[in-house]
Nanobody, 123 residues
């Protein structure tokens, strides 16, 4: 499956953005999906994931209550709604897909990556 992320941009602290990730060339509805981010000089870190059947969400503690992951299988697209953004949320955000739920939060084991979209939150 190929993934194409979009929706990043510059926003003031407290603002909102919605990231999208469109999938092609594969059966999107057979994969668990997730979002990661990588700030300058830091390792890529898990942000959120959604189970392919139960849609159970799973979040990094620091984004709970502010970010919401969702997916629309009819459009082969996943989303990350980000509210009340903080300067520390600044990073390149990557969408991800994997057939194993046990691997969906592990950047080193993800099977498919999108190209990344930059989110910059100004203070």
């Amino acid at each position: 499956v190929q993934l194409q992320a979009s929706g990043g941009g510059l926003v003031q602290a407290g603002g909102s953005l919605r990231l999208s990730c469109a999938a092609s060339e594969g059966s999107f509805n057979t994969y668990h999906v997730g979002w990661f981010r990588q700030a300058p000089g830091k390792e890529r870190e898990f942000v959120a994931a959604s189970h392919l059947t139960t849609r159970t969400p799973f979040y990094k503690d620091s984004v709970k209550g502010r970010f919401t992951i969702s997916r629309d299988n009819t459009k082969s697209t996943m989303y990350l709604q980000m509210n009340n953004l903080k300067p520390e949320d600044t990073a390149v955000y990557y969408c991800a897909a994997d057939s194993r739920w046990a691997d969906i939060a592990n950047a080193g084991r993800i099977a498919y990556w999108g190209q990344g979209t930059l989110v910059t939150v100004s203070s």
